[in-house]
């Protein structure tokens, strides 16, 4: 007998994870296709028998819910149409099965599964959180404690109910008495404007977590009591008290001495002996701090003391100065601790105040936040006394629970999920409708945990895993734990350079929280392409001449800032990239094809200056964009125009909101003929001089008859009506009011305009029904505007990284890799222990403020994993480096970088690779050209002379970027290594790209 061996199946971790018969935690690395997997599992739970209705599925987004449903529906309706071969072979590739086992009766099951999820009342359970949370407090308004007519508020009333608590706080606090009124007058007197009120912006960001601390805590009284003792004080201590204690304790006597004998020094110490002498003679905390202190008495101790000469003879004049110097720091410490413990109790007055006021105007409009969702879900299912009561009437309903982008599930919506699954796993219970067990499927990565600021911690889905796994296995049931490390969307040489950028097991500790580090492994799949990442030259801000407010704003960007010439650079590269026809791979086409400008993403950490000033040189250099990905409504200049219309409509005699809108795309009146029509126009008001001199030129003419429209309709009309009609009007030439605005302000002006009729719909429905209320009331509206940036455009989009979740590109951007991590953030500081600490600068931490501090910064660096790996085959870093500031420093995502392409770069005395390599999936046939000896001299000198020509025009260049690459599939010399060069120029996308045959033969002889 023969035996045939025959080679053994690799397991595919995707379709273990997908097995209906068992409960999975699925880590799942940036493109390995976790959300296919999610899709693979409920279409094998609906083909092995489970009813539609019996499936909760659970996002993080709407989007990505929406995109759940378009995928799954996509997969059951191609089933229910496709042929019994191409269904056979579908099914077996999900399943995992021979093809002989589908006979017709599982082909008719399976066609009929769309028709079975479309029918489903309710349809298919695919949602977010929240949305699952409002409608099961619909179901259970009673049991939850709220109005069976709740309302869930959007934006806009969160917005009005916010500002409506600022005011209640600030007539709280005019009244002049209690310790609302001291907190304050002290913070509004402390803090500027803007500050004061970001103060009140961290309340409400943080409400649920701040209300959740004064609860557990008994109230404010106890959440003081809390602060003092976290900053180490068994009761109130005044940091002044503490400073003249300091001051009283000093040896001034010895401090004379010593001046007397520092006098007869040097220089050094002649200065230093002044200072003594100055301090002894009127003495002050902060005095003898800056005098005994590097950095004005905030820094480290002053090394002349223990090192000066001028005391060599005076040893005991210089041990009392040390022991002064050491007493001050624990002095300086201790009032460090005291100030920000009184800092806090007076931030959380205030916080306990607006908080207070938010719940009362939040009850008198009769809604609910989000936040509020999740609080009362939670207690609805796992605190109140209906609890065991509502799980039983949901224990029939929800035999499978899947949750997607677990690592930015927050403590109570886990809560939320243990108390749905409690019954999962203890035994045999009741019996489900089929033969399935009844299980749950977790996916997340929490290298990707990005909203630690909305209250997710990544660490908690190893916890979760553990917990359910102890439950499960307890009561006989599988529970697997599925690591989907392979990467489909990205190419090796982007993938190596993520793991290097974090291979040290510090950095792997701060991605991915492990009790032991564990090494970050992104496995490629896509070694058929090659990719790249280009390290730009960072752009350094120079000193420019000191402007005059009266001249030029101050925040206004000079021609030659870094950050303009940063994105000059961008734009020109992109411009460039398009212009040569840079090939990419379609992954949908599977085919090449040129560069798109929908093919670009450029990521920033901030929509600041330089966000503005990308946005600025891709409209300057005609590249399609897709505008800002969040618009603030009350700041664009739609909403301004938009509200001049009723303005003018109220008050005619209002010259300058009128010449406003004579300029808008209402009017369209060109500067000259503006200037034409006020000049001289006195004692007349412009809409006199309007009126009596319509007829004199046409577009004075087409503006008198449409305001004149405007003053009548906005009699009889109501706010919504009136502003529907405006819009859809139509000028002499057939073109609407809308198409107008769009023309003149760009697509990204559409978003702003349904967004303002939305806001004027939603005010009717408050009751404001004239355009008077309606002006009032938009005149603190704070909306911004969340804007879809669908790739299906084919523009550039520029957002954040959060912005981006879910989104991919074959050419990525990351332009802001030098910010500082700490940047961000409010001076409102949460402590490992869910507790809460004020401190504005770094520089008054104590230890409890700088050890949240710290947290806070470890947590902001999450944002660098995902935005590596959003490109197909590789990103760009770059940055921007100001004045007086490190160029890389350690905990800027620029040293991160920085770091990988050292380790990266060949050793010395390896031969870097100088042939084979493509750029971003360029041609295989281009080889870049040798370098003549002395070649490299020449060009550093021609472009040191080029270094005075004007930094904003095209024809300036700075050196080009590094290039790291790895040969797709091995190289014909030193296969798998990555090596960095300065980027070639590629040419135009031949006809055709196929891909580059593995070389044959020896390897060819390395230049000398």
């Known amino acids: 007998m023969t035996v045939i061996p025959f080679p053994t199946r690799e397991v595919d971790p995707q379709r273990v994870a997908a097995d209906p018969e068992l409960s999975a935690f699925v880590t799942a690395n940036a493109g390995s296709g976790k959300t296919k997997t999610l899709i693979d599992r409920v279409a094998r739970l609906l083909l092995a028998g489970a009813e539609p209705a019996t499936i909760l599925c659970v ?29 056979r072979q579908a099914l077996s590739d999900l399943e995992g099965r021979p093809i ?82 001291e907190a304050y007058a002290r913070f509004s007197v402390a803090l500027d404007f803007q500050s004061f009120q970001s103060m009140f912006g961290a309340f409400e960001n943080a409400r649920g977590r701040l209300a959740a601390y004064l609860g557990r805590t008994g109230g404010l009284p106890g959440a003081v009591a809390d602060v003092w003792e976290v900053c180490g004080f068994p009761e109130p201590v005044d940091p002044e008290a503490v400073a003249l204690r300091a001051v009283a304790a000093l040896n001034l006597r010895s401090w004379r001495e010593a001046a007397e004998v520092l006098a007869q020094g040097g220089k050094a110490d002649a200065k230093n002996g002044l200072a003594l002498l100055a301090l002894a003679a009127e003495p002050t905390f902060q005095g003898a701090l800056a005098c005994l202190f590097t950095d004005k008495g905030e820094g480290t101790p002053a090394t002349w003391v223990a090192k000066t000469s001028g005391l060599k003879a005076h040893e005991p004049l210089r041990s009392g100065l040390l022991a002064d110097q050491e007493a001050l720091e624990e002095a300086r410490a201790y009032r460090r601790a005291a100030q920000v413990a009184v800092d806090t109790q007076g931030a959380l007055i205030l916080a306990n105040a607006y908080l207070t006021a938010y719940a009362m105007e939040k009850a008198s409009y009769g809604a609910l936040d989000f936040s509020d969702l999740i609080e009362k879900t939670r207690d609805l299912v796992a605190d109140s006394p209906a609890a065991a009561w509502v799980l039983y009437k949901l224990d029939g309903g929800i035999d499978h629970i899947l949750v997607d982008e677990a690592q930015d599930t927050a403590p109570d919506q886990w809560a939320i999920v243990r108390s749905l699954a409690g019954e999962f796993f203890s035994g045999a219970g009741v019996p489900t409708a089929t033969r399935l067990e009844r299980n749950m499927f977790v996916v997340g990565d929490e290298k990707q945990s990005i909203y630690s600021f909305q209250g997710a911690r990544p660490e908690l889905l190893m916890e979760q895993f553990e917990f359910h796994r102890d439950r499960a296995t307890g009561a006989g049931f599988r529970f697997e734990k599925v690591d989907l490390l392979d990467s489909w969307r990205s190419t090796p040489q982007v993938l190596t350079f993520v793991d290097a950028t974090f291979s040290t097991p510090e950095l792997a500790v701060a991605i991915l929280p492990r009790a032991l580090a564990e090494p970050i492994v992104h496995t490629p799949r896509r070694v058929d392409h090659a990719g790249c990442v280009d390290i730009w030259p960072l752009e350094r801000e120079e000193k420019g001449d000191i402007r005059e407010a009266w001249d030029a704003p101050l925040d206004q960007e000079t021609e030659a800032s870094a950050n303009k010439r940063l994105a000059a650079r961008i734009a020109g590269e992109i411009a460039a990239l398009l212009a040569r026809g840079d090939g990419l791979f379609d992954k949908d086409a599977k085919a090449w094809r040129p560069a798109r400008p929908g093919d670009v993403l450029i990521l920033v950490r901030r929509r600041k200056a330089l966000f503005e000033e990308i946005l600025r040189a891709l409209k300057h250099a005609k590249i399609p964009v897709a505008g800002a990905d969040r ?27 009128l010449a406003a809108l004579l300029r808008s795309p209402f009017c369209d009146l060109s500067d000259d003929s503006l200037y034409a029509l006020a000049k001289g126009r006195a004692p007349l008001t412009l809409w006199q001089a309007l009126t009596a001199r319509s007829e004199e030129r046409p577009e004075w003419t087409a503006a008198h008859a449409l305001l004149t429209r405007l003053l009548e309709e906005a009699r009889e009309r109501r706010p919504f009506e009136f502003y529907s009609r405006l819009l859809g009007g139509r000028d002499a030439a057939g073109r609407s009011m809308r198409l107008r605005l769009l023309k003149r302000l760009g697509s990204e002006a559409e978003d702003a305009l349904d967004e303002f009729l939305a806001q004027v719909l939603a005010a009717e429905s408050r009751g404001i029904e004239d355009l008077e209320s309606l002006t009032a009331a938009f005149a603190s509206l704070d909306i911004t505007v969340k804007r879809e940036m669908e790739a299906g455009r084919d523009e550039v989009r520029v957002m954040t990284a959060h912005g981006a979740k879910g989104l991919e590109a074959p050419i990525v951007f990351l332009p ?61 870093p770059a940055g921007v480096v100001r004045p007086g500031r490190r160029q890389c420093a350690g905990g800027e995502h620029q040293g991160l970088v920085g770091r990988a392409h050292r380790r990266l770069r060949p050793r010395p005395g390896q031969p870097a690779q100088t042939r084979g390599r493509q750029r971003r999936d360029a041609d295989p046939a281009f080889r870049p050209r040798s370098r003549r000896p002395g070649q490299g001299r020449r060009q550093r000198r021609r472009h040191q002379g080029r270094a005075g020509l004007d930094p904003g025009r095209s024809h300036h260049r700075a050196p080009r970027p590094l290039r790291l690459a790895v040969p797709a599939g091995g190289g014909r010399r030193h296969p798998g290594r990555l090596t960095a060069r300065r980027c070639p120029r590629i040419g135009p996308l031949p006809a055709r790209r196929p891909d580059p045959p593995p070389a044959a033969g020896p390897a060819r002889p390395r230049r000398a």
């Open 631 to 657: 618009l603030a409504l009350s700041e664009h200049i739609i909403f301004d125009d938009l509200v001049a219309v009723a303005r003018f409509a109220l008050f005619p005699a209002d010259d300058l909101t």
């Open 816 to 876: 802001e890799t030098t910010l500082s991590r700490g940047a961000r953030g409010t001076p409102l500081l949460e402590t490992e222990a869910g507790g809460f600490l004020w401190c504005a600068t770094a520089k008054g931490d104590c230890e409890a403020s700088s050890s949240s501090r710290a947290a806070r910064r470890s947590r902001g660096g999450r944002g660098l994993p995902p935005a590596l790996c959003r490109p197909h085959p590789g990103p760009r």
């Open 100 to 181: 002989a086992d589908y006979d017709h009766i599982r082909l008719s099951a399976a066609r009929a599964l769309f028709a079975r999820a479309l029918e489903t009342p309710g349809g298919l359970k695919i949602q977010t959180i929240h949305a699952f949370c409002e409608k099961l407090l619909r179901r259970f308004p009673l049991e939850a404690g709220v109005s069976p007519g709740f309302r869930v508020m959007d934006d806009a009333a969160s917005a009005a109910i916010a500002d409506a608590a600022r005011k209640a706080v600030a007539r709280l606090a005019l009244k002049g008495e209690g310790l609302v009124a």
């Open 59 to 87: 996002t993080y987004t709407k989007a990505a819910a929406a995109e759940m449903q378009r995928r799954l529906f996509g997969l059951l309706g191609d089933w229910s149409v496709c042929d019994d071969a191409r269904l």
